[in-house]
């Protein structure tokens, strides 16, 4: 078992990652300070893991909400029923709440938490690995909007993050290497070791060898609690780091409609085109942009997406981001493998080009 450390003050928390940690008190009497629990799971994860889950919690009143499954739940609607529950039930301003799933169900949990009686604490256990290396850490919370993807939401961090790595043995393949799209971010941002030991390692995550596993989320969850330490709430620009890829990913989800693709596949389309306007303005060498395409392909993830939404449209999705600041869109981009800039100084027509070049007629 590994424990890592989220330096935020009086915000800390630790991160808990290793196998069989689901159902054991100890990693979860520590982080609770009043009687009432409500688990927010979902209807895929609920009879996998919820059982397991609640004998952590026999000695706190426990109650448990499943949600439907899927991105497209994630929404103001659905939250609500977080909301009825709690407040049916009676839960008080001292309850924990306990995210159980994926990175929809984290987000939702935690936004839940934020808002209920102006905040509570909570408690991220993530199943998936995409959840595992990235969205159960950091405290971004919150859920989509039609014209928007996570554009209703609050900064909340958990009270620790319990990752038991077994969870994974039960991961469809596609939803496995959506999280290697948010691993292989953390090489290309400033990990160049990382994305070397990556490309050396591709086989061996893909067939779920545990060492390689392990060692992946740990680095990742390393990588982004350093980040997280150093700018919190996005301020100096040094967290919008961890958004490489998403401006573009972001377009493609909501373009596409939400579950289309999975957000860690639009995360690695939108790296390979981040890449590719980088390569353009000659602030990436041509080597390493192949090597980025070739990592991200070896992944099984998707490159390019085909022209059912046009370029136009996706450019003009882009414009609803969070980091367009007074009418300008900033983007990450590399200036090499490990470099990640935060930047306007890009050219719209290369911009363009790139869009254009990266969707391709189905
Ligand atoms: P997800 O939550 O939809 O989970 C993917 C699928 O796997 C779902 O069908 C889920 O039910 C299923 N599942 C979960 N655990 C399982 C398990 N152990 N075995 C079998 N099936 C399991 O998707 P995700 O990829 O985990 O998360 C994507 C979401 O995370 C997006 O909404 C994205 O915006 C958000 N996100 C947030 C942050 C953040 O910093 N807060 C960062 C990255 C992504
Ligand atoms: N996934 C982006 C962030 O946590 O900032």
């Not at 790595?165 to 990990?191: C, F, H, M, P």
């Not at 390692?201 to 390393?222: K, N, T, V």
């Amino acid at each position: 078992m590994i424990t890592l450390q989220v330096d935020l003050g009086k915000r800390s928390y630790p991160i808990y990652i290793g196998q069989d940690l689901l159902g054991k008190p100890d990693w979860v009497l520590p982080h609770i300070k009043a009687k009432q629990v409500l688990i927010v799971t979902n209807e895929t994860v609920a009879p996998l893991y919820l059982e397991q889950t609640l004998t952590a919690f026999h000695n706190f009143q426990t109650m448990t909400v499943i949600l439907p499954d899927g991105e497209v739940y994630k929404n103001l609607t659905v939250l609500n029923q977080i909301f009825d529950t709690l407040l049916t039930q009676h839960f008080d301003r001292h309850t924990t709440l306990v995210a159980l799933g994926g990175g929809v169900i984290g987000d939702m949990t935690g936004f839940a938490a934020a808002c209920y009686q102006r905040g509570v604490p909570f408690i991220q256990i993530p199943t998936t690995l995409l959840a595992q290396v990235d969205s159960s850490v950091g405290g971004k919370t919150g859920v989509n909007h039609a014209l928007g993807k996570n554009m209703i939401g609050a900064f909340h961090q958990p009270q620790c993050v319990i990752i038991d790595t077994n969870t994974l043995k039960t991961l469809e393949n596609r939803q496995l290497s959506a999280g290697l799209a948010e691993v292989i971010k953390y090489g290309l941002i400033n990990d160049a070791e990382f994305f070397v030991w990556l490309e050396q390692h591709a086989e061996a995550l893909l067939a779920r060898d545990s060492a390689a596993l392990s060692f992946a989320i740990e680095r990742s969850c390393r990588d982004k609690a350093a980040i997280v330490a150093q700018d919190e709430k996005e301020i100096s620009g040094t967290r919008a780091l961890l958004n490489l890829g998403h401006t573009f990913g972001h377009a493609i989800e909501t373009g596409f409609g939400y579950g289309h693709y999975l957000h860690g596949e639009a995360v690695g389309v939108g790296m390979c085109l981040a890449a590719q306007l980088s390569a353009k303005m000659d602030w990436l060498q041509p080597i390493d942009l192949t090597r980025i395409l070739q990592l991200t392909a070896k992944m099984l993830l998707p490159t390019c997406v085909p022209n059912q939404v046009s370029a136009e449209q996706l450019l003009e999705l882009m414009k609803v981001d969070k980091k367009v600041h007074s009418g300008k869109l900033n983007l990450v981009l590399l200036q090499g493998i490990g470099k990640a800039v935060l930047t306007s100084d890009y050219q719209p027509d290369l911009l363009q080009q790139t869009m254009f070049e990266g969707i391709v007629t189905s």
